[in-house]
């Protein structure tokens, strides 16, 4: 069993920072790949950032010069440093990271419980 909990969320003017903290606890045997989404309203979910586990990263455009993913693979956490936030960055934000369990041959998608982020003019 795997459970994804992140944390961070809150409310910020515009130009402000937040950071977001999601940590993966259970039977965890190695994780692959891990990211931030969001889901604009009426949009389906979009990448903002994944990290790989070497360290290569991506960004949604909106977001590069902006967002900074991390992560310490000791903790089974990444980090979402979000830096100048816009009033358009405003949503819901979802962590997910790709994980394969002991005792399992295959690895999946654990998704944790979204945390708002609202930035207001």
């Known amino acids: 069993h795997v459970q994804l909990q992140a944390s961070g969320g809150g409310s910020v003017q515009a130009g402000g920072s937040l950071r977001l903290s999601c940590a993966a606890f259970?039977?965890?045997?190695?994780?692959?790949?891990m990211g931030w989404y969001r889901q604009p309203q009426g949009k389906s979910r979009e990448v903002v950032a994944i990290i790989n586990n070497d360290g290569s990263t991506n960004y949604a455009d909106s977001v590069k010069g902006r967002f900074v993913i991390s992560r310490d693979n000791a903790k089974n956490t990444v980090y979402l440093q979000m830096n100048s936030l816009k009033p358009e960055d405003t949503d819901v934000y979802y962590c997910?990271?790709?994980?394969?369990?002991?005792?399992?041959?295959?690895?999946?998608?654990?998704w944790g419980p979204g945390t708002l982020v609202t930035v207001s003019s």
């Open positions: 259970g039977n965890i045997f190695r994780i692959n790949h």
């Open positions: 997910s990271a790709q994980i394969g369990q002991y005792s399992a041959t295959n690895v999946f998608d654990f």
